[in-house]
């Protein structure tokens, strides 16, 4: 079973940006999983903010973050990316990896989440 471990989060003044990275260990071969980011914002469900399949060549964005959030992967590194820019307040939630060797949007492996906090 593949383990997910996020990395990066933080506290940022609005505008400003934060690069969260999600290592993978164990399991298939990262390659195999179709990766995400999702978010939990204070008193709130669980979001999707961006998605890339296995080879990196597709990716998908809600437009809430679209033209703001970047996700990319490093396949030889076992990570995953998530590059956030112009962060807003609204933007504050724990941030989650999360993988799937499904071709659907439903993801079965989740790390433990790291904490971006964005001061207005």
């Known amino acids: 079973q593949v383990q997910l471990v996020e990395s990066g989060g933080g506290l940022v003044q609005a505008g400003g940006s934060l690069r969260l990275s999600c290592a993978a260990s164990?399991?298939?071969?990262?390659?195999?999983?179709?990766m995400a980011w999702f978010r939990q914002p204070p008193g709130k469900e669980r979001e999707l903010v961006a998605a890339?399949?296995?080879?990196?060549?597709?990716?998908y964005y809600p437009d809430s973050v679209k033209g703001r959030f970047t996700i990319s992967r490093d396949n030889a590194e076992n990570t995953v990316y998530l590059q956030m820019n112009n962060l807003k307040p609204e933007d504050t939630a724990v941030y989650y990896c999360?993988?799937?060797?499904?071709?659907?949007?439903?993801?079965?492996?989740w790390g433990q989440g790291t904490q971006v906090t964005v001061s207005s």
């Open positions: 164990g399991g298939r071969t990262f390659s195999s999983y179709a």
């Open positions: 999360a993988a799937t060797l499904r071709t659907t949007r439903e993801y079965d492996y």
């Open positions: 890339i399949s296995w080879s990196g060549g597709n990716t």
